[in-house]
């Protein structure tokens, strides 16, 4: 994801210089090579806050792609607002999220812009939100979604272990933070929600800890009710419940975990019932890979708002890296004036940030800029 974010950000005119920062000088190399002469690499341990707060202040703006983010989002901030840098990332666990949030007045302090979860999940569906959240008067409810029955890219459905499956089974697992009533709460995650989409229909999906219910009550005070779902067949929710409650009973580490959910991806018995369960669905409401749904008032009657983006960059490297590619572009055309700490769907502008982003998208077919978007009412 870092790869291709610094890929893309040498290609915009307004960058001068990049530095590529890795634990290893070699896959530091390897990256930098690819960005178009413009730039250099170096080797850095971010758990070493002095060398690397004395590396950020060369530079205007650091993108930080080092997860898992409950570990490093945090102390990579400090490091960022001790150096008075610039600083996005692609966080994508809540708790840190919050916690980046918060320390909004030392970054305004330092005179510094933080946009935390600048990725594909936050990121595009931040700002899915925020065009929802331009449409509705008196929001009440704003929810984001993603959907692990419908695949974004052709590349081969194999799961692999790595960092990503661990945070999987960190906001399957536990408590997570959901809106309630206004306010943050502890709940427990994998509980079914029968979800209605507008001209779709309704399905189960499920609860999940992720930062989109976080930074959408920081960002829209107003809302009552956020959560964060995934859109999966019964039997796969059976797994994950069956590996949180391992998790949560001290039986498992989330690392243990994360290799029994790669392993019971690839049983064979496993894949044939899947397929049997994704057949049985077929009658069902199919829901877009990326999606947002906001509740609230439109033309003085009570409606909800679904916001989905129905071509994307193909592969998760893409999809989450081009999004942080194009804030640090925007924050380089001063398109980003606020300082502070803030989530993309406030820091950004949506119009302008779908504009940049459609030239990407060609999976799973390339679209015109106008039409990456799927924005459908329904009154209630």
Not at 287 to 294: A, D, E, K, S, Y
């Amino acid at each position: 994801m870092g790869a291709l974010a610094a890929e893309v950000m040498s290609g915009y005119k307004e960058i001068d210089r990049m530095t590529i920062a890795d634990l290893h000088l070699e896959a530091a190399q390897k990256v930098a090579a690819q960005c178009r002469g413009k730039a250099s690499a170096c080797s850095i341990n971010v758990d070493d806050k002095d060398a690397l707060t004395a590396l950020m202040k060369w530079h205007d703006a650091v993108a930080n792609c080092v997860g898992p983010f409950f570990r490093f989002g945090v102390p990579i901030l400090s490091c960022a607002i001790a150096a008075r840098v610039n600083y996005f990332d692609i966080c994508d666990d809540p708790e840190p999220t919050l916690a980046m949030l918060e320390m909004g007045k030392q970054a305004e302090a330092a005179g510094i812009t933080a946009v935390v979860g600048l990725g594909a999940t936050p990121g595009i569906t931040s700002m899915l939100a925020a065009k929802v959240h331009r449409m509705l008067a008196r929001m009440t409810e704003l929810h984001a979604a993603w959907n692990i029955e419908e695949k974004g890219d052709d590349e081969p459905n194999v799961l692999e272990y790595s960092a990503a499956t661990v945070h999987w089974m960190k906001q399957s697992s536990g408590r997570i933070l959901e809106c309630r009533g206004g306010k943050l709460t502890q709940v427990k995650p994998l509980q079914p929600v029968e979800l209605r989409y507008p001209g779709r229909g309704t399905r189960k999906v499920w609860t999940v800890g992720h930062p989109e219910p976080v930074a959408f009550s920081w960002s829209y005070p107003e809302i009552q009710i956020s959560s964060c779902y995934m859109v999966m067949p019964t039997l796969t929710a059976g797994i994950f419940r069956e590996l949180s409650d391992k998790i949560d009973r001290g039986l498992l580490t989330l690392e243990q975990a994360g290799h029994q959910l790669v392993d019971k991806s690839r049983d064979p018995s496993l894949i044939e019932r899947l397929e049997s369960a994704f057949y049985q669905l077929l009658d069902r409401p199919r829901l877009p890979f990326l999606f947002v749904i906001g509740k609230g008032e439109l033309q003085g009657r009570k409606a909800t708002i679904a916001a989905a983006i129905k071509s994307f960059p193909p592969g998760m490297a893409r999809i989450t890296g081009i999004p942080l590619a194009i804030g640090v572009h925007q924050f380089a055309q001063n398109k980003i004036a606020r300082k502070g700490a803030a989530s993309p769907e406030t820091a950004l502008d949506a119009d302008a940030f779908f504009a940049e982003l459609a030239p990407y998208c060609t999976y799973p077919v390339a679209a015109p800029p106008d039409g990456i978007l799927e924005i459908v009412q329904e009154f209630d």
